[in-house]
């Protein structure tokens, strides 16, 4: 277990060879899943040729994992180390894109493959997910959680800078299978610097009992704090999943923006949620957590609906995507990372890998149907008018969360 001494609790999780190695790896690997998540799409849009409702569907079969795999995978991380789970979960991802690349150069990737490699990919990105999540707390002290949480989502919001860009471009520029392998080198390379690790993590024995999915949501249900979040997130996660979907076929479409553009475009989230990581450490801290999380919210989320507004020539219409763009991913992140020191902070150390899941499956079990949602909005409404209902609805989260004892925490969590 990490140290909870005076001096442990004053230094820096930087100095901590191991937490570098999980910091490098979860970078990797989040530019590897980001990466993945534009290629896909691109691929089916600006190469296949795919119309609204078939890049619902593709993004719906690629968030299905999410509903159907969250709380096994709560309850798989409570019991085994989480780094087993990352490292398998990246080798078999990098094999799996490297199987899609080589059926692209046999003209074999048509759209039902790339339905099973998105449900594949989506599959093991939410075990890797909920390892990484629980894996920190395992690694250093609960006095370090916003300072670690803070690098490790920097480092997720660098993954959305490099991922759209290099995605955007290496469809546009160069064969869809090139673009669909960049995926399987980055998690590879988190492959290699996660099995560096060499801490040994606190897991339950074989011999004991396992922990059970229904535990970890009678823990979450029973707790008004992350009731709360999982309510706030499931709004959001509906919504936007709804909005990229529209987004997606906006941007080439309606505003006949090049698949780099569009890369660079959605890249701008990324400085801005570094921006955001950065405010994490120190917001919450002055100002009040729950005022942090529900500013940010409305700040990030209403940012979005400027974007069906947008009209004329790109040298008018891509600045002012850039600049929506790095305001959602500022404030944006500024939530997500206080959003998962509050859980962080009031789990037990047994339950954390099942509360992630819970939140998760709660969240995020509704991005399948958002999605599938998104492609009607744009095929039955228009992609303009689509797009401007689908990000009206992103405001319910912040609602949400101004009307739940979240936005009564103060500057100190409770543990």
């Known amino acids: 277990m990490p140290s909870s001494s005076p001096s442990a609790a004053r230094s820096s999780v930087w100095r901590d ?4 190695r999980l910091w490098a790896g979860q970078s990797a690997s989040q530019l590897g899943e980001h990466t993945t998540l534009v290629v896909l799409p691109l691929v089916a849009v600006l190469t296949l040729h795919a119309g609204a409702g078939q890049l ?8 299905a994992p999410i509903l159907l795999l969250s709380l096994l995978a709560g309850a798989w991380v409570d019991r085994w180390r989480a780094r087993t789970v990352m490292v398998l979960t990246d080798a ?9 690349a080589v059926a692209g150069l046999l003209g074999l990737l048509g759209l039902p493959a790339l339905f099973v490699v998105a449900f594949t990919v989506g599959a093991l990105s939410v075990l890797f997910d909920v390892a990484y999540q629980a894996s920190l707390v395992r690694l250093v002290g609960r006095d370090q959680l916003l300072q670690g949480n803070s690098a490790l989502e920097g480092s997720r919001s660098a993954a959305q800078i490099g991922g759209p860009a290099l995605g955007g471009a290496l469809v ?9 392998a960049s995926g399987a080198f980055f998690f590879a390379v988190s492959f290699v610097s996660l099995r560096r690790i060499r801490r040994a993590e606190s897991v339950p024995h ?3 009992r396992a922990p059970r999915i229904r535990e970890g949501l009678r823990f979450v249900a029973g707790h008004a ?9 499931a709004a959001f996660q509906f ?3 709804a909005t990229m979907t529209v987004y997606l076929l906006f941007l080439p479409r309606e505003l006949h923006l090049p698949g780099a553009t569009i890369g660079l475009a959605l890249a701008a989230t990324g400085p801005g949620a570094l921006l955001g990581s950065v405010l994490a450490a120190r917001l919450p801290g002055r100002y009040g957590h729950g005022v942090v999380l529900v500013s940010a919210a409305v700040l990030g989320n209403g940012a979005l609906l400027w974007v069906p507004a947008l009209h004329g020539s790109s040298a008018v219409t891509v600045p002012a995507l850039l600049a929506v763009n790095f305001v959602f991913g500022t404030f944006g992140q500024l939530v997500n990372v206080t959003v998962m020191s ?3 902070a009031v789990t037990p150390d047994g339950m954390q890998g099942r509360a992630a899941a819970t939140i998760t499956f709660a969240g995020m079990g509704l991005t399948p149907l958002g999605s599938l949602v998104g492609g009607v909005l744009a095929q039955e409404w228009g992609l303009r008018t689509g797009l401007l209902v689908a990000a009206a609805g992103m405001m319910l989260s912040p609602a949400v969360m101004a009307a739940s004892p979240l936005v009564r925490l103060g500057r100190k969590l409770p543990v």
């Open 56 to 63: 619902g569907v593709l993004r719906a079969v690629g968030q």
């Open 17 to 20: 060879a191991d937490f570098r």
């Open 92 to 100: 078999a991802r990098a094999m799996v894109l490297g199987a899609a």
């Open 172 to 180: 546009s520029a160069l064969a869809a299978p090139v673009a669909v």
């Open 342 to 344: 509050v859980r962080q």
């Open 206 to 208: 074989h011999h004991e």
């Open 225 to 233: 704090l992350l009731r709360a979040v999982c309510l706030a997130s």
């Open 239 to 241: 919504s936007f999943a």
